[in-house]
Nanobody, 126 residues
Framework: QVQLVESGGGLVQAGGSLTLSCAASGRGFSSYAMGWFRQAPGKEREFVAAIRRTGGILYYADSVNGRFTISRDNAKDTVYLQMNSLKPGDTAVYCC???????????????????WGQGTQVTFSS
């Protein structure tokens, strides 16, 4: 089990950038694949991005592909989400999550993630 704490959210403007961080505590961070999910008001939680244990394989939702980059630093027990070219539709609470699953099919499915952070708010400012 890992405990996850997100940071880096805030107000952003059209075309702006933001980097979210998710710091893990507990044992075995490098054993987990990590994902980012988001939930906008009145909407279902949706997958954003995921990264394998060693960082070699990445997954992205179509809506963020080419704009967002997920990365991790296993020496710091931290996963990042670099968000560029932000749009109003990116407004949401962003949560990181950890999974011991290794199947590709599991990476975008929230039900396969066992540990979750509380989330950090990203709000689009006009």
């Amino acid at each position: 089990q890992v405990q996850l704490v997100e940071s880096g959210g805030g107000l952003v403007q059209a075309g702006g950038s933001l980097t979210l961080s998710c710091a893990a505590s507990g044992r075995g961070f490098s054993s987990y694949a990590m994902g980012w999910f988001r939930q906008a008001p009145g909407k279902e939680r949706e997958f954003v991005a995921a990264i394998r244990r060693t960082g070699g394989i990445l997954y992205y939702a179509d809506s963020v592909n080419g704009r967002f980059t997920i990365s991790r630093d296993n020496a710091k027990d931290t996963v990042y989400l670099q968000m560029n070219s932000l749009k109003p539709g990116d407004t949401a609470v962003y949560c990181c999550a950890a999974t011991l699953m290794t199947a590709t099919e599991a990476m975008a499915e929230s039900k396969f993630y066992s540990d979750w952070g509380q989330g950090t708010q990203v709000t689009f400012s006009s």
